[in-house]
């Protein structure tokens, strides 16, 4: 599997490059702002949106093999940062600088009443924080092939982060050749008392 996540990575950053120079960059409050036939480009989803929607988006565009680079974010914290969500089998955050200096507003929901669209170099910087945050926050696993199913679920969800497919061909790299791990590591999704 490391063979392939070297292309893969270089297919996924045609897909960002094409998104980040085509221009249009939209700001997605509520499905009503997505548009009926979505265009290459930047979409920033924010509240009420939340980032399960971003994913559906995302999702959507690639079916529709439309390059878009989706941003979701949560309200603006105390410290007056924006927290960035990724939705997959794992959900991760970082928090960024919003694009430019606001107040804090605690009577709206995104916490600032932001509507403008942030720039594309705000949109790269963003993308390569969230995934830095994913992997960081990544558990000391025990056996090899759990760290390449950690790194497969963060690409899962954050699948424009160019280091992740990096790090996942090392840690495929590290798997190969060891001894199948013995027992099950995690609950599944169905067996998780706590989920849904």
């Not at 221009?23 to 997605?28: A, D, E, M, V």
């Not at 409050?29 to 009926?36: I, L």
């Not at 969500?85 to 600088?97: D, E, L, Q, T």
Request: charged share 30%; net charge negative; with cysteine.
């Amino acid at each position: 599997m490391a063979r392939i996540c070297l292309p893969l990575q270089e297919a996924r950053r045609q897909v960002r490059m094409m998104a980040l120079d085509s221009g249009p960059r939209l700001l997605i409050e509520r499905g009503v702002d997505v548009p009926k036939t979505l265009e290459a480009g930047l979409y920033l989803v924010q509240p009420p949106m939340i980032g399960a929607e971003a994913r559906s988006l995302r999702e959507h565009a690639a079916r529709q093999q439309v390059p878009v680079l989706v941003i979701c974010r949560e309200p603006m914290t105390r410290d007056g940062l924006w927290p960035l969500v990724a939705v997959g089998p794992r959900i991760f955050r970082a928090k960024v600088k919003p694009p430019e200096q606001m107040e804090r507003v605690e009577d709206h929901v995104t916490k600032d009443r932001y509507r403008g669209v942030p720039t594309a170099s705000w949109f790269e910087s963003s993308a390569e924080a969230l995934g830095d945050s994913g992997f960081s926050g990544l558990p000391d696993v025990e056996h090899p092939d759990y760290r390449v199913d950690d790194l497969l679920d963060l690409l899962d969800a954050h699948p424009m982060h160019e280091k992740l497919h990096q790090w996942l061909a090392e840690a495929c790299r590290d798997a190969e050749g060891t001894a199948a791990p013995t027992g099950e590591r995690r609950l599944g999704f169905g067996d998780d008392p706590f989920g849904f």
